[in-house]
């Protein structure tokens, strides 16, 4: 069965600092690939989404990722991180018709 | 909207009571999930169904059950509560998309 790691446990950035966190699942073949964010105190929401073509993903509030099929790799990105996206965030992969999550990435970012 | 809905949000039980909590979804979706989520482990699938009368068990199921009357409900019940069921429960529903909504969570607390 698929699974995902995020190595990334807790990162804190300065605002307007970029940020790259990363994610890696287990095998190969076609994978469909999510992350997802939790503010504090809410449930999660869809951030991007890769099912196949083009390997950079944008999302939602400037996030975007890169699927990498060589590294097993799809790491999430934004330029320049903001306040507001203090959150935990979450890779996750499609296993047949469930989704594997990783253990979760939490960001804090300082004004 | 389509939404999914949790209830109770928060609850308070006892060791060896049974608590059920509900998810209702009106997205009309097939798929419906329940996981939790625990520090240091992000969302572990605790059962899932892909349609009326189907269950299955998830990585986490021992001492949880569910059932499926028809398509827009999904209820947990936890047989014989047990301090370490102590978690937030998030259910969440997909279509043929696989993206995941997720709704908005239970805090179940067992003394």
């Known amino acids: 069965a698929q699974s995902v790691s995020q190595h990334n446990h807790h990162v804190i950035l300065s605002e307007a600092a970029s940020l790259e966190l990363g994610c890696n699942y287990s095998?190969?073949?076609?994978?469909?690939l999510f992350w997802y964010v939790q503010y504090p105190g809410q449930h999660l929401q869809l951030l991007l989404k890769?099912?196949?073509?083009?390997?950079l993903v944008k999302g939602i509030k400037g996030f975007e990722a890169e699927f990498i099929k060589s590294k097993f790799s799809f790491n999430l990105r934004k330029p320049s991180v903001q306040w507001s996206d203090t959150a935990e965030y979450f890779c996750?992969?499609?296993?047949?018709?469930?989704?594997?999550f990783g253990t979760g990435t939490r960001l804090q970012v300082f004004p | 909207d389509a939404e999914i809905t949790q209830s109770p949000r928060h609850k308070i039980t006892e060791t060896g009571r049974q608590v059920t909590l509900a998810c209702h979804q009106t997205w009309n979706h097939n798929n419906m999930f329940w996981y939790r989520q625990d520090l240091g482990h992000g969302l572990r699938l605790i059962h899932y169904?892909?349609?009326?009368?189907?269950?299955n068990k998830g990585e986490v199921s021992d001492g949880y059950s569910v059932s499926r009357s028809n398509t827009e409900d999904l209820p947990l019940t936890l047989e014989s509560a047990a301090s370490s069921q102590t978690s937030v429960y998030f259910c969440?529903?997909?279509?043929?998309?696989?993206?995941?909504?997720f709704g908005p969570g239970t805090r179940l607390t067992v003394l």
């Open positions: 095998y190969g073949g076609t994978v469909n």
């Open positions: 169904s892909y349609g009326v009368q189907d269950t």
């Open positions: 890769y099912f196949s073509g083009d390997p």
């Open positions: 969440a529903s997909s279509g043929q998309a696989n993206e995941q909504f």
């Open positions: 996750a992969v499609k296993d047949t018709d469930k989704l594997i």
